[in-house]
């Protein structure tokens, strides 16, 4: 299974990739942001974002992105590459946890399935449910693409049906789709058409429910309550369907409502979601912009979807997004107008009345102030705030255009205008500031200060003075680096030895390593060798059957091992990176670990030295740490550079 996946295939699912050398980078699925930091490796199957440090294989993506377990994820990709898989028989525990764990997502399938079958193959959903749809326009094909559904009128049969299945009440009741009222269930659902609401892998979250019967008592939509599927703010209708065509297309319709996202989709736009009636949130905003910062929404011109249209457009701004609008003639919707107008027209009609943010707000502001001083004062300071959201050092000729546009139209004075621009800027770098130097100040520890040790020693006449160098932080770097070098290149021959492992299975004693997981995957990867007879593979660790080594590991192979600029300067010891240097690299990174194992060493007969009265051991000390530094001596002599630092240069 994991031999078959190919991870930049499967990323490319959700993420709008760009290859870049060796690697393919992408703005970051898993938090927002302006630059691409998130980094696919497709010779090593892991990715890893530099900026908010997640990281892992093709699994673990799933796992994170879709919020599933371990086994649902390789079941996810198992269905992707059409693989059947031979499951272990499970005991009846670990058959109640996975169903626990995937209960809700079994009955949204269920019921989704159910709501459809009704719609096509009974005679109730035929002649209500089919007809609505098929008034609307609606082809056999566009139903199934969208898995359209009908629950019947008659009070309770959803879940009368499901009951007899074997699915429990409570679990129904929380998906929504029944309601308990004094003991007696009902179904919530009864006379409505069904529209599924899918993940962007087809996974059913929820559902949207229309009421066909004019009932005033009665809501015209109703939505699944929030669950852990179900959170609205992070949904976007449609993205299923439509996530190839955004890519493809580089950009995203943004509408209003489920039909308008189906009609478009059966007249010919298929990049194109829907945000449901709620205003731009930065979740919608990242699930658009892993594919797209090209942004167009569609609204009709009724005041409601002005208002609409307005919210969260300061967001995308600040995300750097290019947001244009598209107001629809008087009347007119998505779903109508194209219906009406066909694709060509639509086409052109967007073409034709595309704005940008700015001179949207301008003209529907605008028509409301009048000569209204305190209202014309409000929009002011609103397209002041809407024009410091955008970046000003990436899009600096933007902002400036916006803001010479806009003085010209509200009729106030530019320096002015920029003025207050520049205080919305400070006022927000401020706040910013201020959240993250709490954030900062909770989690900072107790401050201890370290004095610099230091010891002068006279070994024979002639030889210099020496000093020890600041007391060595924590080796973990330098170790998880050893491990480096040692997954990576253990297989490869080295001067003098069998092969690169096998130097280091020599250089280095377990004893040596202090973090106990590094010396845990140390250990495997040489029982592996006497296990098996072979050197473990990169993938064994990548794909490690425990998710925090799999995560640990794909942040370490995908760092360079850079050496500190302090150790370059000061020992010339650098580090590269690369199949043509592995030799270098692997030199350095031992030559570094030593280095730093000895100077640790060094530190603490030092301290020993201050402490210890018996003449005889502080000779036996001395001896000792003559040989360390004999010892880091011939390391600085393999790189070239010998230093010695005195008391007095201090």
């Not at 990715?47 to 996810?76: D, M």
């Not at 059409?82 to 499970?90: C, G, S, V």
């Not at 626990?100 to 096509?120: K, V």
């Not at 008034?135 to 879940?159: M, P, S, V, W």
């Amino acid at each position: 299974m994991m031999s078959r996946a190919d991870i930049v295939d499967v990323i490319g699912q959700f993420v709008r990739l760009k290859k870049r050398g060796a690697n393919y980078m992408a703005n970051c699925p898993f938090h927002n942001e302006k630059s691409p930091s998130f980094n696919v490796s497709p010779a090593k199957g892991i990715y890893k974002c530099f900026g908010c440090g997640k990281a892992g294989n093709v699994v673990s993506f799933i796992q994170e992105h879709e919020k599933l377990t371990y086994p649902e994820s390789i079941r996810w990709l198992a269905d992707y590459y059409k693989i059947a898989l031979q499951e272990t028989e499970r005991t009846p525990e670990q058959q109640q946890q996975q169903q626990a764990g995937e209960a809700l997502r079994i009955l949204n399938e269920y019921a989704a399935n159910y709501f459809h079958d009704f719609l096509l193959n009974s005679e109730e959903g035929q002649l209500i449910g089919l007809s609505y749809f098929k008034q609307r326009g609606f082809r056999k094909e566009i139903i199934e693409r969208f898995r359209l559904g009908y629950n019947a009128e008659y009070n309770d049969q959803f879940f009368q049906t499901s009951v007899a299945k074997g699915h429990n009440k409570d679990l129904l009741e929380k998906a929504g789709l029944i309601k308990n009222r004094n003991g007696i269930y009902h179904d919530v659902y009864r006379g409505r058409v069904i529209f599924p609401i899918q993940s962007m892998t087809g996974r059913i979250l929820g559902f949207g429910a229309r009421i066909l019967k004019s009932n005033e008592k009665a809501p015209k939509y109703i939505n699944t309550p929030e669950n852990e599927l179900y959170l609205k703010s992070k949904i976007l209708y449609g993205m299923y369907q439509s996530r190839t065509a955004i890519g493809k297309q580089d950009e995203c319709f943004l509408v209003e409502g489920y039909t308008d996202v189906i009609s478009l989709h059966q007249g010919g736009v298929e990049n194109v979601v829907a945000s449901s009636g709620t205003s731009l949130t930065e979740d919608q905003l990242r699930l658009i912009g892993q594919l797209t910062r090209n942004l167009t929404i569609l609204y009709d011109g009724d005041a409601a979807g002005i208002k609409a249209a307005l919210r969260g457009l300061d967001m995308a701004l600040g995300q750097s997004f290019n947001v244009q609008l598209v107001l629809l003639p008087d009347g007119e919707d998505p779903d109508s107008f194209i219906q009406k107008s066909g694709v060509t027209r639509f086409h052109e009609f967007v073409k034709e009345h595309k704005q940008d943010v700015i001179s949207f707000r301008l003209q529907i502001g605008l028509i409301d102030v009048g000569s209204d001083p305190v209202k014309k004062s409000k929009l002011v300071n609103e397209i002041a705030e809407s024009i410091s959201r955008i970046n000003k050092a990436e899009d600096f000729a933007l902002q400036e255009h916006y803001i010479k546009t806009a003085s010209a139209k509200l009729q106030v004075d530019e320096t002015g205008l920029v003025n207050l621009v520049n205080k919305y800027i400070r006022d927000r770098i401020d706040n910013d500031s201020r959240h993250k130097q709490r954030k900062e100040e909770a989690a900072a520890p107790a401050n201890i200060s370290e004095e610099d040790l230091a010891m002068a020693a006279a070994y024979g006449e002639g030889e210099p003075e020496l000093i020890m160098a600041k007391p060595i932080a924590k080796d973990e770097p330098q170790e998880w680096a050893l491990l480096r070098i040692l997954i990576e290149y253990g297989h490869l021959a080295y001067d003098g030895f069998e092969s690169v492992a096998k130097m280091i299975e020599e250089r280095v004693d377990t004893a040596m390593i202090e973090n106990q997981l590094v010396g845990k995957l140390y250990n495997e990867y040489f029982d592996h060798f006497t296990h098996f007879g072979s050197i473990p593979e990169i993938h064994y660790f990548i794909n490690h059957p425990e998710p925090d080594i799999r995560t640990r590991m794909a942040t370490l192979l995908h760092l360079n091992a850079d050496i500190s600029p302090n150790w370059k300067e000061k020992y010339g010891i650098d580090s590269v990176s690369g199949p043509m240097n592995y030799v270098v690299d692997v030199d350095s990174t031992m030559s570094y670990f030593e280095l730093k194992k000895i100077l640790a060493i060094q530190d603490q007969l030092t301290q020993l030295l201050h402490t210890e009265q018996d003449p005889a051991k502080q000779q036996r000390m001395m001896m000792k740490f003559m040989e360390l530094r004999k010892m880091e001596r011939e390391i600085l002599k393999r790189h070239q550079q010998v230093v010695f630092k005195s008391l007095k240069s201090k």
